[in-house]
């Protein structure tokens, strides 16, 4: 299966629903039920907030399947593929077309259990877990950095 990665473009929306799934779909061998129902509980109203980031969007067959964006203080703030895509090298094709689209690569990242691997091929260094609470739940994440 082909995709093709491009600049965002309102796709607030689209990027929502890819979210909703690779919480609720996605992150299945690390997180609860619990977890990844207090994380998404629903698809969020659309993340219109991307369009003041470096967004970069996946997409297959006109549709949305995978996003990464970065904020200007050099932080990625979402970086989540559609399970249906998983394995498949969109993500390190959204990491990739996302450092050649900044001046600044990031230097910071909120990994879940999931993407923490991704981003440690990549040179990432777990700095700290955390244990971040939503909606009452407890969530594991590591702050990563990239030196």
Not at 23 to 50: F, M, S
Not at 56 to 69: C, L
Request: glycine share 4%.
């Amino acid at each position: 299966m082909s995709f093709s990665i491009r600049p965002y473009h309102d796709d607030a929306r689209a990027c929502a629903e890819v979210y909703f799934h690779a919480v609720q779909r996605g992150t299945h061998e690390k997180y609860t039920e619990a977890q990844r129902n207090a994380w998404a509980p629903k698809i969020p109203d659309p993340l219109t907030y991307l369009a003041d980031e470096t967004c970069i969007i996946a997409e297959a067959d006109g549709k949305v399947i995978g996003f990464m964006s970065v904020t200007a203080e050099h932080h990625i703030s979402m970086a989540f593929v559609h399970p249906d895509w998983h394995r498949q090298g969109v993500a390190g094709a959204l990491y990739d077309q996302m450092l050649a689209s900044v001046k600044t690569p990031p230097k910071t990242v909120h990994a879940s259990l999931i993407a923490r691997p991704f981003f440690e091929k990549r040179g990432w260094v777990a700095v700290e877990k955390e244990e971040h609470v939503v909606r009452g739940v407890m969530l594991i994440r590591h702050l990563m950095r990239l030196d």
